[in-house]
């Protein structure tokens, strides 16, 4: 099925396009559709720009500083940024931590945070994942005690945190912390916002086969959290997490991206040669791209479907996993045939090519110099979120009833 498109719809993208032609810095989008890296200041200015449009936060509803727009509008939103090249919002605080301090924060985290998230004041990153709990993130051990002293009602923290991403440019991170070890596992956890600069926290780089550093290592040692700072009740995280995971899923479809990435291989298959002939008329490789562009379709019409079951009222329920599985598959593979098309051009990269002053101004045979590090990146995407494993045994749970 096809989105029912309306004249307003069609007036509602040509605002959109227009807007972000005008405004969308072009050293930025450069970067983007090259597949180069993003400097903290390109990911916050940029932030911060829409934030002044009234834009940093798509699916916010109005009273909170959102436009309000419709799960169409939303979509039509997604496409147009990833046609043009930018960059998206990092999802951290605007569409993961922010749903739950709707949900379930009291009024006057909800007066102090939203509108710092809206503006991209504060910089947020998840405290989840642990060494040894990541897919069974229940079993996670950080701990937090509340203590009363003559510093106030507080939690103190212990304990370590994995693959943090962007934690070394973070402000403040959303953590799940054991607040009752005697309890069930999942019925012990409770959801702490932390100060990033608050004593005790150390982070310290991963550098990953991509060589970049963007993931982390968190240690909190004797971290002192206000009480306030606690989101909901305590030992009731574990439902606050879940309720996140499934807005952090459904985003991880992208397919506004997966289609931008698909022109890009196509076009790369043009330009290389096999037999004298552009690789893209060679019938295995096309085979296989064909193979990966009707997945994206399927996944685009269930990207649709779930649109519509919002339009109707019903959020994601098990349909927010097939989007992350499928979502993610597509994703891999197109980068690897990105890498395929070029053959031993891929192999060695230069982070000169990726990052730094020269970053924007490469073209031509440049193409293919950070095409290894994007696939070496693009492995994590069906570890994250829920590693795809887990995400089908919740499909069979849920739609099977296994």
């Known amino acids: 099925m096809d989105l029912d498109y309306s004249p307003a719809d069609d007036a509602f993208r040509a605002e959109i396009r227009t807007w972000l032609e005008a405004n969308l810095p072009q050293a930025v989008r450069e970067k983007i559709l090259n597949h180069k890296r993003l400097s903290r200041d390109d990911i916050a200015s940029w932030h911060a720009l829409l934030g002044k449009r009234g834009w940093s936060a798509p699916a916010w509803p109005v009273e909170y500083g959102g436009p309000g727009w419709n799960a169409t509008q939303r979509h039509i939103w997604d496409e147009e940024c990833a046609r043009i090249g930018a960059p998206p919002v990092l999802p951290f605080g605007v569409a993961m931590v922010a749903p739950v301090i709707m949900k379930y924060g009291n009024e006057a985290q909800k007066r102090y945070y939203l509108p710092r998230i809206l503006a991209g004041t504060d910089w947020w990153c998840q405290g989840y994942s642990e060494p040894g709990s990541g897919s069974d993130l229940a079993s996670l051990r950080t701990r937090a005690v509340r203590v009363q002293d003559d510093s106030g009602d507080h939690y103190v923290v212990n304990g370590q945190k994995t693959w943090t991403t962007l934690g070394q440019h973070a402000d403040m991170m959303f953590c799940l912390v054991r607040t009752d070890?005697?309890?069930?596992?999942?019925?012990?956890?409770?959801?702490?916002?932390?100060?990033?600069?608050?004593?005790?926290?150390?982070?310290?780089?991963?550098?990953?086969?991509?060589?970049?550093?963007?993931?982390?290592?968190?240690?909190?040692?004797?971290?002192?959290?206000?009480?306030?700072?606690?989101?909901?009740?305590?030992?009731?995280?574990?439902?606050?997490?879940?309720?996140?995971?499934?807005?952090?899923?459904?985003?991880?479809?992208?397919?506004?991206?997966?289609?931008?990435?698909l022109a890009f291989l196509k076009q790369l298959a043009r330009k290389q040669k096999k037999n004298g002939k552009p690789l893209i008329e060679d019938p295995l490789f096309a085979a296989r791209v064909a193979s990966v562009e009707i997945e994206l379709m399927a996944l685009e019409v269930t990207v649709e479907r779930v649109i519509a079951s919002e339009g109707a009222g019903r959020g994601p329920g098990p349909e927010a996993s097939m989007l992350k599985i499928k979502g993610t598959e597509v994703q891999q593979a197109l980068t690897e045939l990105m890498v395929d098309a070029v053959g031993p051009l891929a192999a060695p990269f230069d982070p000169a090519f990726l990052e730094g002053e020269h970053a924007h101004a490469l073209s031509g045979d440049d193409d293919a110099a950070p095409l290894a590090a994007y696939y070496f990146n693009y492995r994590k995407t069906s570890i994250?979120?829920?590693?795809?494993?887990?995400?089908?045994n919740i499909i069979s749970q849920m739609i099977l009833g296994i």
């Open 181 to 261: 070890p005697a309890a069930k596992k999942q019925e012990g956890i409770s959801f702490l916002l932390i100060d990033m600069k608050t004593p005790g926290i150390t982070v310290r780089p991963i550098i990953t086969l991509d060589e970049d550093h963007e993931v982390n290592e968190v240690f909190l040692e004797d971290v002192k959290v206000p009480v306030e700072n606690r989101v909901g009740e305590e030992n009731r995280g574990w439902t606050y997490a879940k309720y996140l995971l499934g807005h952090e899923r459904t985003g991880i479809a992208r397919v506004g991206a997966s289609k931008r990435e």
């Open 384 to 392: 994250y979120g829920g590693s795809n494993e887990i995400q089908k």
